[in-house]
């Protein structure tokens, strides 16, 4: 276990945020990314953007969506790759504060999201798709590209400075320049001066020491060596050494606002917070809201269902470890938090018995933590039999079993790898005990 600073021990403690893509293209009602996708008009866009003014933005209503959904972070970009600010940047009038809405939406998201004691983190892209100078790059225009560069450094500068305690900087975009095409040394350097246990993503650039992938970190090996914690993105990918967090939609595919875009159901969006707290990361889970500044009906419901589901078994994933002891896939998920295993069921068969195969620590309690019921359990060398679970799924998502263990729960010595992983030979034995030929009763014939 990799050692974490004991300013960013709430990250893994938390486990389940919420990511807000919102800006003016929530009003185009097609994502976030329709200005490149599209090739829209430059000045069309800008028109329109500045024209924005979401009259039913509440920020205080989007905090409390997210503490009943038993979030504990948020994070809300700041700017997208459209260069749009939402706050009273000095840097531009290209802001919500100095356009027609006239209003520093950074602020009122930042105190709402404290006031329900959230933590706060701020998304902010490096790219902005209306300046030349960010598409040439500093190889062909190294004039602009010191310009431009200043400018995203002053910008990050506000934001680091404006808003209090800040407890995520979240870069994007950084694509197709290096880190040191960014100055990123130099830009952390500020970061860590004026935000000293602040927690910074994994995107910022391409180093020379080694590459991210294309989307700065959709994969293995995407990390940078400024970054914090890693961020696969619509993946749920482990980052053993270090912390991470995977982000992902509440939709089918978009991030921002889209028109007829198709919802993820509840136990999907659950499913994917239980994958990745089994794994030893985090949730961000997206939201795009609408143009007007409200969140989705079909995301608040979603979102409600995730809370009450955590409001009872919460202790299987905050602050809860990576529990992959033994194998379990057939039945679902495993956690581990000191010397309790919690065994999170995706697949409920209604035979009213749960068998455990290759826990060697021994069992004294088993709960079914869902009702709060005491089960009978059986424990032999290999398996672990718990009886007396209900026929029906005792709740429409997940299910939990908690299983109260003599110490912290460990495998037994052929159960440490799981299937298609480390020596075979390990399963000789097991084997062997049926025969050694291929009949059906294992008896070798003459």
Not at 198 to 216: F, H, K, V, Y
Request: net charge negative.
């Amino acid at each position: 276990m990799y050692a974490i600073p004991d300013e960013w021990r709430w990250f893994p403690e938390a486990r389940f945020g919420m990511f807000i893509h919102w800006g003016p293209y929530s009003r185009i009602g097609r994502g976030e990314q329709p200005l490149f996708r599209e090739h829209l008009d430059q000045r069309a866009y800008a028109a329109m953007a500045c024209d924005w003014c979401p009259t039913r933005f509440d920020a205080a209503a989007w905090a409390r969506v997210a503490k009943r959904a038993g979030m504990r972070y948020a994070i809300l970009t700041s700017r997208h790759h459209d260069g749009f600010c939402l706050w009273n940047s000095q840097c531009t009038d290209y802001t919500s504060a100095s356009q027609a809405a006239g209003r520093d939406f950074v602020r009122e998201y930042v105190d709402a999201f404290r006031a329900e004691g959230l933590r706060v983190g701020l998304y902010y892209s490096l790219a902005d798709w209306r300046i030349p100078a960010y598409w040439e790059g500093p190889a062909h225009d190294p004039a602009g590209w010191e310009r431009f560069c200043s400018y995203v450094h002053a910008q990050v500068r506000e934001l680091v400075t404006n808003y209090g305690r800040l407890d995520v900087l979240w870069f994007d975009g950084a694509w197709p320049h290096s880190a040191e095409d960014w100055r990123a040394a130099e830009l952390v350097a500020m970061i860590r001066e004026l935000q000293p246990g602040i927690l910074i993503n994994n995107r910022l650039g391409r180093s020379a020491e080694g590459a991210t992938s294309a989307d700065g970190g959709a994969g293995p090996g995407a990390a940078t060596e400024w970054g914090d914690f890693g961020t696969p993105e619509h993946h749920i990918i482990a980052e053993p050494g270090r912390l991470w967090e995977s982000c992902q939609v509440s939709t089918w595919r978009l991030w921002g606002h889209a028109r007829g875009e198709r919802w993820r159901p509840a136990d999907v969006l659950l499913d994917m917070l239980v994958e990745a707290a089994s794994k030893g990361g985090n949730l961000l889970l997206n939201v795009g809201p609408t143009p007007e500044g409200e969140l989705p009906a079909a995301f608040v419901a979603r979102a409600e269902a995730l809370g009450r589901w955590l409001a009872v078994h919460g202790e299987a994933i905050y602050g809860a470890e990576a529990g992959d002891v033994c194998e379990f896939i057939t039945y679902g998920y495993q956690t581990v938090k000191g010397n309790a295993l919690y065994l999170i069921v995706r697949f409920w068969d209604g035979q009213g018995v749960l068998r455990l195969a290759g826990l060697d620590t021994r069992v004294e309690r088993a709960v079914l933590l869902t009702t709060g019921q005491e089960l009978a359990f059986e424990q032999g060398v290999d398996e672990l039999a718990i009886s007396g679970l209900p026929i029906e799924p005792p709740t429409e998502l997940l299910p939990v079993i908690k299983l109260e263990c003599a110490g912290r729960p460990q495998p037994r010595p052929w159960a440490k790898d799981r299937l298609w992983q480390g020596d075979p030979r390990r399963m000789t034995s097991w084997a062997a005990a049926r025969g050694t030929s291929v009949w059906a009763d294992g008896r070798e014939r003459a």
